[in-house]
């Protein structure tokens, strides 16, 4: 009988000596493919362990230490950190050894690119070889493994031809590791790919956020009793969205195949869902989407303009050829942080080449210091302030959760965010001039501030540059890199994708030229930058403006107003020419604040797509 084979990778952890996980895996995959039909004499399972490979080099306590910060980016460490609040008797020294254990040997895999790394990727090409897998499944660092082999190794393609892979627990989607990668992008040359993700499961762990036609991200949530970290591979492996979208429809595939007597022929597994989803995306007319937000009932600071703004931008859509029931509006009471994230994902989710999707805010803008895993001001995070802000990582909007949503969409989506805040706080300077942007309280600023005993001053602390070449920056490369991470070089600002920068120019090319290699066509693009327009620069602030006895946002009026006058001469104008209009105009009213914009510079120089024209093409 021609049997269904199945690979099994591990997660992190004595693998090597402690082999019983095998066994358990077994049981439980049996399990479930029983439930679709398929008995245990029908499967073949082998696990590829690679454990080894970590001992020549162990992990002392300072290495995991360090690695902890790296992996502990602000906002998911909040979430991290907010289980202890939430659970009661749990502490940050409560965290299993196994938690720093995990963040050790990430890091160590993601450092070691001669060594480590091309060890793990040959020995999972051997064993793919040798075994001719129907199915691969890889939990936590192994996933890490099997993508890093389909992405760096000469016949990664090649190997997952026609294959099914389940990844779950993986750190594949986090901040930090994905930077390896250039960005995230589907395992083209398989099948299916399912990608199992709870959001409960601490050991960094992250969406994978994908619209491809092979791509199937499964919610597989399970907050275990007694467990922080909810990390276990067999609660993984059977939790019901896995069992009844992934487990059952496969085995009734491989059951249907064998029952017809097509035992020797090597078909790939579940062939008729990738096909049903690219016939559906083929015929999906093309979207457009937008979120406005308005805030005007902070309750320490309530501005007037903004609920106005989200209006008068619905307005000018629409007139652009947006329908009404593409458009959302989230106003004041109900403009919290988790709302605001839950319509964001609603925004950003499924877009596909030639979509078109606005982000659009008004209301107050914020910067704070921000802490790592060990407590530790390690830079500044630009934020969008929701109406529950209280300068706390949980209730704000940073580019650090910001970009896990859109740095992965396709190149040819046209993503526009237009910003009417400013970030560098704030205070209302004379009648009928509000000002868009919160001064962080004395405890937060103190942060970011030292005492000078010889001037008997305080002066701000002077951070680490949150990019390993910045040192070495001059001329335009500085400038651009002012833009992305603020004039001091430690503030990873809205929009700008500061996580996904972390190497040096000469690796981020050499990596680029790697990946275009494997891809085989030449080209590969970087992580995704959305277009973003600013009301204010840096260190200006945003003002609200009366016309007559209605408040708006100076730069959304002057904006709308802007866009209607062309709009009137037949003609769509560019990104840097609508901003250029609107700053004139601003300046001839006397306000000091002048829009930017920001994103590739063959897009904000080509026609604004959601007004009719352009191409929407937006790589970094």
Known sequence: ?????????????????????????????????????????????????????????????????????RLSSSWLWTGISGLFRRRRGWSVTDLPDKFSWT????????????????????????????????????????????????????????????????????????????????????????????????????????????????YQQLDAEFDEDGSLLNHDADLYLSEPEVTSRFWVPLA????????????????????AAPAAREAAR???????????????????APLEGCVNDAFLVSSVLQECGFEAEDIRLLLDERATAEAIRERIDWLLADALPGDVRVLGFSGHGACLPTYNAAEVVDGKDECLCPVDFDFSMERSITDDWLVTRYCDLPADVSFTMVLDCCHSGGLDREP????????????????????????????????DARHRALDKLGGDAER??????????????????????????????????????????????????????????????????????????AFSYVAAKTLRALGRRKRVPTYSELVAAAGKELDELGYD??????????????????????SGNARA
């Open 593 to 614: 604040q002048q829009p930017d914009v920001i994103g590739p510079s063959a897009v904000i120089d080509s026609p604004v797509p959601w007004l009719g024209g352009g």
């Open 252 to 271: 009734s595939d491989w059951r249907s195949r064998t029952t017809n007597a097509q035992r020797s022929v090597r078909k790939p597994l579940l062939p």
């Open 480 to 553: 651009f890199a002012q833009q992305v991470f603020g004039e001091q070089l430690d503030t990873f600002r809205i929009g700008r994708g500061g996580p996904q920068r972390q190497d040096t120019t000469r690796e981020y090319n050499k990596a680029r030229k790697r990946l275009a290699e494997q891809q085989g066509d030449g080209t590969f693009p970087g992580p995704y930058m959305p277009v973003i327009i600013t009301s204010a620069r840096e260190h200006e602030y945003a003002f609200e403006y009366r016309h007559g006895a209605t408040s708006y946002g």
């Open 103 to 214: 963040a050790g040997m990430v890091v160590k895999w993601v450092d070691d690119d001669h060594n480590l790394r091309s060890k793990t990727r040959k020995a999972l090409a051997d064993h793919i070889g040798a075994f001719d897998p129907h199915l691969i499944c890889a939990h936590s660092l192994g996933a890490l493994v099997l993508y890093d082999t389909y992405r760096w190794h000469r016949s990664g393609s090649d190997l997952f031809k026609g294959r099914t892979v389940l990844t779950f627990g993986t750190q594949i989607g986090h901040p930090s590791v994905r930077s390896q990668f250039g960005r995230v992008t589907t395992i083209r040359s398989a099948a299916n790919w399912f990608h199992a993700y709870n959001k409960h499961d601490i050991v960094f762990t992250a969406q994978i956020r994908l619209s491809d036609a092979n």
């Open 282 to 300: 083929s015929e999906r007319r093309r979207q457009k989407k937008a979120l406005l937000i308005g805030i005007d009932a902070y309750s320490d």
């Open 432 to 463: 009928g001039r509000r000002i868009r942007g919160l001064r962080a309280p004395d405890d937060i600023r103190h942060r970011a501030m030292r005492w000078d005993p010889k001037r008997e001053l305080w002066v701000d602390r002077k951070l």
């Open 1 to 69: 009988m021609n049997k269904l084979r199945i690979l099994t990778i591990h997660g992190v952890g004595g693998h090597e000596q402690h082999t019983g996980w095998q066994n358990q895996w077994k049981d439980t995959i049996h399990e479930q493919l029983a439930l679709g039909g398929v008995s245990s004499d029908q499967v073949e399972i082998e696990a590829l362990a690679y454990d080894e490979h970590f001992a020549a080099d162990p992990l002392d306590p300072g290495d995991m230490t360090e690695a902890l910060i």
